[in-house]
């Protein structure tokens, strides 16, 4: 079983669709959270960082849920620029070695 | 410009053929890494490196060294390069600290025939 683990897509929606993404990790003393986005082939860039209490970056909404360790993104009023592979990430212990999930890819369609 | 570089950026080299890939960051972060990036895998660490003189493996360290004699700089080297190890590289570095972003490099494609 992977530790982090994401649903591959890819996820098609029209512009302007709400979408979600899940992920779960396995380790349970995991301590951070992040979202990651990767454009095609590109180097990964922080798209936001997941707290306990949830957090928004405008259209863009993560939650945590500890309890059943999972993660989510949710995103709004979906943009064609939107459309890239979001990764789930997660730092189980004190340094800072994160584990990634496979990602799971976006495409906005006009 | 705060950034991460990596040289080469594309490289097709022989079995065997010792190469290094090289890594520098200009913001002064503690924290470098390296990961490969293969399809159906995703990103996988390699080693990472917690400041200068320290080095520790990762999840998939066989077959590659690295070493960290300057905060900046932190090359990756395939001694004897085999063509499991055509992949993507990414190096990265942060502060320390588990919620600090990590900025990655722009990649390196390598394929070894």
């Keep these: 079983r992977k ?3 994401q649903d591959p897509g890819p996820f098609n929606v029209p512009e302007g669709a709400t979408v979600a993404f ?20 590109k180097e990964p860039k922080l798209l936001m960082s997941v707290y306990s209490s949830g957090n928004e970056d405008g259209r863009f909404t993560a939650q945590l849920n500890r309890a059943s360790q999972y993660i989510s993104l949710l995103i709004r009023d979906s943009k064609l620029s939107d459309s890239a592979t979001y ?3 997660v730092n189980y212990n004190a340094g800072n070695m994160l584990t990634f999930g496979g990602g799971t890819r976006l495409m906005v369609k006009p | 410009e705060a950034q991460v570089t990596q ?3 594309y490289l097709i080299t022989v079995t065997g053929k010792k190469l290094t890939v090289t890594c520098s ?3 002064n972060h503690e924290y470098m890494s390296w990961y490969r990036q293969d399809p159906g895998l995703g990103l996988r660490q390699i080693y990472y490196s917690m400041n200068v003189e320290v080095t520790d ?6 077959g590659y060294k690295v070493s960290r004699k300057e905060k900046r700089n932190f090359p990756l080297i395939l001694e004897s390069p085999s063509p499991n190890q055509t992949s993507l590289y990414f190096c990265a570095s942060s502060l320390p600290g588990t919620n600090n972003e990590q900025f990655f490099g722009p990649g390196t494609r390598l394929t070894v025939l």
């Excluded at chain 1, 396995?26 to 095609?40: E, G, M, T």
Aim: proline letters at 5%; hydrophobic letters at 25%.
């Design chain 1, 3 to 5: 530790e982090v683990e």
């Design chain 1, 22 to 41: 899940n992920c779960t990790y396995s380790n349970s003393a995991s301590q951070s959270f992040f979202w990651y986005r990767q454009d095609c082939r």
């Design chain 1, 87 to 89: 990764l789930c990430v």
């Design chain 2, 7 to 9: 040289n080469p950026r």
């Design chain 2, 25 to 27: 960051q200009n913001m």
């Design chain 2, 57 to 62: 493996k990762g999840d998939v360290p066989e």
